[in-house]
C-alpha cells in the first residue's frame, strides 16, 4: 500500500515538474519503493526445500507449455566455446592423418605387390574346355572371312551392273547416233560423240572378257583355298580325336589305379577289423579265465 501511495503521489507531481526534477523524482521513487535494506544476521538453520525437477513437456508441447516453439524453448550455449571448438578440430585432425596414413600405406601395398597383380595367371581350363575355345575361335574366324567375301562378291556384282548399265546406255546411244547419220548425216561433235561411244563399247567388250577370265580364276582360288582349309581342319580334327583318345586313355589308366588303391584300402580295412575282432575276442576270453578263477 505504501509502495502504491508513492507511486501515485509520484505520477501527481510529475505533471508539473521539468525534466531534470522528473528524473530526480522517479530516482526517489525507486530509492523509496525499494524499502529498506534488510539487516546483516546470523545465517537461517532452517531445513531449506530441495529444488523442485521441472516436469518433461507433454508429447506434441514444447517445455515453454506451448505447442509451438518460442525463443526461450531454445538451447542456451554452455561452456568454452574455444575449448570445445579446440576438442573437435583434434578429433578431426586425427581422422584426417590416419587417412593419411591408410592412403600411404595402400600406395606402399600397391607398389610392393605390382608384379603380383601384373602378371595374373590364365584360368586353369582344362584341356576339353581349351579344346572347345579352339574350334570356338575357329568356326567365328570361318563366319568373319564368309561375311568379308559376301561382301567383297556384292560390291564387284553392284560394280559389274553399273558397267553393265552404263554400256547399254551407250549402246542406245551409239544406236541413235548411227541412224541419224544413215539418215541425214551428222555433225562434227556427234561424230566425235559417235567415235567416242564406238570406243567405250569395244573397251567395254575387253574389260567383259578380263573380268570373266578374272572370275573364273576367282572361283578356281576359292576352291583350292576351300580345299585346303577343308584338309586343315581335317588335319586338326584328326589331331583333335587323338589326344582326346589319349586323354580318355590316360584318364582310365587313373581310375584303374584309384580303383585298385580304394581295393586295397578296402582289404587293410577288412584285415584291421578282424584283427580289432580277433583281439576282442581273445581279451573276452581272458577275462572269462580270470572270472572263473577267482569263482574256483
Not at 3 to 22: E, P, V, W
Request: aromatic share 6%.
Amino acid at each position: 500500500m505504501y509502495r502504491l501511495l508513492m507511486a501515485t503521489t509520484a505520477t501527481r507531481f510529475q505533471r508539473g515538474m521539468s525534466a531534470s526534477g522528473k528524473l530526480l523524482l522517479l530516482n526517489a521513487t525507486r530509492y523509496l519503493s525499494k524499502g529498506p535494506a534488510p539487516k546483516a544476521g546470523k545465517p537461517s538453520t532452517a531445513p531449506k526445500c530441495k529444488p523442485v525437477p521441472v516436469p518433461p513437456p507433454k508429447p506434441g508441447y514444447f517445455p515453454s507449455g506451448g505447442m509451438h516453439a518460442v525463443f526461450s524453448d531454445l538451447p542456451m550455449p554452455e561452456g568454452d566455446f574455444m575449448q570445445a571448438w579446440a576438442a573437435k578440430n583434434s578429433k578431426y585432425n586425427m581422422f584426417m592423418l590416419s587417412g593419411l596414413l591408410a592412403l600411404i600405406g595402400s600406395l606402399y601395398l600397391s607398389y610392393m605387390t605390382l608384379e603380383m597383380y601384373a602378371s595374373v595367371p590364365d584360368y586353369p581350363y582344362t584341356e576339353e574346355e581349351q579344346e572347345e575355345f579352339e574350334i570356338e575361335a575357329e568356326r567365328l574366324q570361318e563366319e568373319k572371312e564368309a561375311r568379308e567375301q559376301r561382301h567383297q562378291d556384292a560390291v564387284e556384282v553392284a560394280e559389274t551392273a553399273r558397267r553393265a548399265r552404263l554400256a547399254r546406255e551407250a549402246m542406245v546411244r551409239e544406236s541413235a547416233l548411227m541412224n541419224k547419220d544413215m539418215d541425214g548425216g551428222l555433225d562434227a561433235k556427234e561424230a566425235a560423240e559417235l567415235q567416242k561411244l564406238a570406243t567405250e563399247r569395244e573397251a567395254y567388250a575387253e574389260w567383259e572378257k578380263e573380268e570373266a577370265k578374272r572370275l573364273a580364276e576367282k572361283a578356281k582360288e576359292r576352291k583350292e583355298a576351300e580345299k585346303e582349309k577343308a584338309k586343315a581342319k581335317a588335319e586338326r580334327d584328326k589331331e583333335r580325336e587323338k589326344k582326346r583318345k589319349e586323354r580318355e586313355k590316360v584318364l582310365k589308366k587313373e581310375e584303374a589305379e584309384r580303383e585298385k588303391e580304394r581295393e586295397k584300402a578296402r582289404k587293410e580295412r577288412e584285415k584291421s577289423r578282424k584283427e580289432e575282432e580277433k583281439q576282442k575276442a581273445k581279451e573276452k576270453a581272458e577275462k572269462e579265465k580270470a572270472k572263473k578263477a577267482l569263482m574256483a
